[in-house]
């Protein structure tokens, strides 16, 4: 998958994608103000009781790491933590109306993740290193959105909601190492998150970020694993900008 092209890229361009994402919004707040009160977009989307798009979107996840009691009588790990690394995702999105101010949210999604574990040993002649753990994910989020009162074709929205997941790469992973920390091919996630609806003639854009957090312990404990059997529990986290295209 380029492991290294694609950790550079994105650690690259990450300030970037954030920076083009406000200045979209700032753009495109500035041209629904300054359209005419007479004329709404966002007229002939409300009489849509549904309608799809795609969505492309940054991510950034990581573990959060509980420590077993081994992790005290160990003595060659003195840290183990969870870092953040880039990813990014490609998307559906089904929305279906409920009333007027409500939405039910279906997007399925295929997301390239990076999460990485490092280690710092117990005395300063000791060697740091880490585990960097890459996924491919199939991603099912559904999400319940509440919608603000438009004003001049733009209006402010939260999600909330679940999601599975279930990571295709995970078997390839497992035979190409035997001495890393094996993660658990599919976790639930719950997501919360704000965005802008901005409606133009022809489609409706929407930058948005949401935040995950996992349910669930998604470490396989292996006590034969040095680096597992210091650990008892990993849980995923994640926060993804995601740019909406629907209509």
């Known amino acids: 998958m380029g492991r290294t092209h694609l950790r550079n890229m994105f650690s690259l361009y990450s300030k970037q994608v954030i920076l083009a994402l406000v200045l979209c919004c700032s753009f495109g707040s500035a041209d629904a103000q300054a359209k005419n009160k007479g004329t709404y977009n966002f007229l002939s989307f409300e009489?849509?009781?549904?309608?799809?798009?795609?969505?492309?979107?940054?991510?950034?996840?990581?573990?959060?790491?509980?420590?077993?009691?081994?992790?005290?009588?160990?003595?060659?790990?003195?840290?183990?933590?969870?870092?953040?690394?880039?990813?990014?995702?490609?998307?559906?999105?089904?929305?279906?109306?409920?009333?007027?101010?409500?939405?039910?949210?279906?997007?399925?999604?295929?997301?390239?993740?990076?999460?990485?574990?490092?280690?710092?040993?117990?005395?300063?002649?000791?060697?740091?290193?880490?585990?960097?753990?890459?996924?491919?994910?199939?991603?099912?989020?559904?999400?319940?959105?509440?919608?603000?009162?438009?004003?001049?074709?733009?209006?402010?929205?939260?999600?909330?909601?679940?999601?599975?997941?279930?990571?295709?790469a995970s078997d390839s992973r497992v035979r190409q190492a035997d001495e890393l920390v094996k993660i658990a091919p599919t976790d639930f996630a719950f997501e919360f998150g704000a965005g802008v609806q901005m409606f133009f003639p022809y489609f409706i854009f929407s930058p948005e970020i949401k935040f995950s957090h996992g349910l669930g312990n998604v470490l396989i404990y292996d006590n034969n694993l040095e680096r597992s059997n210091v650990l008892e529990k990993l849980v995923s986290r994640g926060l993804t900008i995601s740019l909406h295209f629907e209509g």
Do not use: C, W
């Open 47 to 168: 009489q849509k009781p549904y309608y799809f798009g795609i969505t492309l979107g940054y991510n950034t996840s990581n573990f959060k790491v509980f420590h077993s009691d081994k992790f005290i009588l160990n003595d060659s790990i003195a840290l183990s933590q969870g870092v953040r690394g880039p990813g990014f995702n490609l998307g559906i999105v089904t929305n279906l109306k409920i009333g007027k101010y409500f939405d039910f949210r279906f997007l399925p999604t295929l997301s390239f993740i990076e999460r990485n574990l490092n280690y710092e040993g117990t005395n300063t002649n000791s060697v740091s290193f880490g585990q960097r753990v890459e996924g491919v994910l199939v991603e099912t989020p559904f999400h319940i959105r509440y919608k603000s009162e438009v004003f001049n074709d733009l209006r402010m929205f939260v999600i909330a909601g679940v999601k599975y997941s279930f990571d295709v």
